[in-house]
């Protein structure tokens, strides 16, 4: 008899799944625009605070930094008080912060708020995981994470049509002042209609986490080379995010409009691959119930012909092939985002935010190291050439982790991977 209450009682949320999935769209989108919109403001900014490329670098790594002191946390927040609570606040939190960046004066103190919207922001991620699996089906996960993550490159895609006029227009700080009052609308929203998973099914989750250890989750060879092949993929990302405007202004002398136009492309391409790549994995998860087959095969499968269209950047004399190169290479890195997050789901059910917030902590790691390293390259003598021959050899790396050590498996008592519910 409770069986059947519970069950009746879950039912009528049932449809309740399709707005978690635009909420986490949505605010995804929102937390990218945010992040890209100080990559449009190279000049200004640099010239309002008088810093150089090695500094800008070190301005953008200040972000990481902050999501890198809170990923690991959040993750067992997440897990522990649910995803309103953490994720209402970080969103109110990053929001603040954004306005106030719109109105420091020294450099220090928008150092200092850098790494304030980094610790804002980095919830954003595992609390888009763990409200997804909270909510939506097994069989739905891959597609419900790639359609959500398509709030990603589009940011990106908007940020070059959007941001250069709207800077253009109203001047780096009124479009930090102009997104953070947006984010503030949404964390009202997100407030009055987000709401907290079943009872029945956060009861089955508080079941499965008393049988995995987070010890046992966070020294997984499988979690840990898919965290590796994350930093890989976040070294992709952070270049493409901080630097790409920059390279295409530095090396090929683009104004700031064209360089929103070209600067686009690749968001583009992860536009189209994206979803296709978390269909795919969906479906070869139902076909073969093997996490290696459908999430880590088909990651370093696309990391590698990253890296293969990457190589020719190093070389090319023409602006036109080097950004046909970089968008297809960043499109097909980007393209198994939601396996990355699947793979926290399938392996760690009960601590899907815990593993979730390791493999971000990565990503953050890249982000931290990418933009510095990057400015610091662009200022040597091999100029961005080195900078592309880096991004290489870290992703290449990660390949050959994810081939030889994610096995598939997760911790010993853990459950197997869940089944689509009837």
């Not at 605070?49 to 927040?77: H, K, P």
């Not at 091999?382 to 994810?402: N, P, R, Y």
């Amino acid at each position: 008899m409770i069986e059947k209450t519970s069950s009746q009682s879950s039912q009528p949320s049932d449809g309740y799944r399709f707005v978690v999935v635009v909420f986490c769209f949505i605010l995804v989108l929102v937390n990218y625009l945010d992040r890209v919109v100080i990559s449009f403001g190279i000049k200004p900014i640099k010239a309002e605070f008088g810093i150089g490329d090695g500094d800008f670098g070190m301005l953008m790594s200040a972000f990481a930094i902050g999501t890198l002191c809170i990923n690991g946390l959040s993750g067992f927040l997440l897990d522990r008080f649910g995803v309103k609570l953490v994720w209402g606040l970080s969103l109110f939190a990053w929001s603040i912060v954004m306005l106030l960046q719109g109105m420091v004066e020294a450099f220090w103190v928008f150092l200092l708020l850098r790494v304030l919207l980094g610790i804002g922001e980095g919830p954003n991620f595992p609390a888009m995981n763990r409200a997804l699996v909270d909510w939506m089906r097994p069989s739905e996960l891959g597609r419900a994470l790639s359609l959500s993550l398509i709030g990603v490159p589009l940011a990106l895609l908007l940020g070059g049509l959007v941001l250069p006029p709207l800077i253009t227009n109203v001047g780096w700080r009124g479009s930090f002042i102009t997104l953070g009052c947006i984010g503030i609308v949404l964390g009202i929203l997100f407030v009055l209609f987000y709401r907290q998973p079943p009872t029945a099914k956060t009861r089955d989750a508080d079941a499965k986490k008393s049988a995995m250890s987070i010890r046992s989750v966070m020294l997984n060879p499988t979690l840990l080379a898919t965290a590796w092949s994350f930093f890989g993929f976040g070294w992709v990302l952070f270049f493409g995010l901080t630097w790409l405007p920059g390279y295409l202004e530095q090396d090929w002398n683009m104004k700031l409009d064209s360089v929103g136009l070209y600067s686009t492309l690749p968001w583009g391409v992860a536009l189209v691959l994206m979803p296709i790549f978390g269909w795919l994995s969906d479906f070869l998860m139902q076909k073969t119930g093997r996490t290696r087959v459908a999430r880590v095969h088909l990651i370093w499968i696309c990391q590698l012909i990253a890296v293969v269209f990457f190589i020719p950047v190093i070389f090319v004399t023409n602006i036109n092939w080097a950004v046909i190169f970089i968008s297809l290479a960043i499109g097909f890195s980007m393209a198994p985002n939601s396996p990355y997050y699947s793979i926290c789901a399938d392996l760690f059910p009960g601590r899907t935010g815990v593993a979730t917030g390791v493999i971000v902590t990565f990503f953050s790691a890249a982000g931290v190291l990418c933009p510095i390293i990057t400015g610091w390259l662009a200022e040597g003598d091999g100029g961005f050439g080195m900078a592309f021959t880096t991004l290489c050899i870290v992703v290449g790396s990660s390949v050959l982790g994810l081939i030889f050590f994610a096995t598939g498996q997760g911790p010993a008592s853990s459950d197997p991977p869940n089944q689509s519910p009837e």
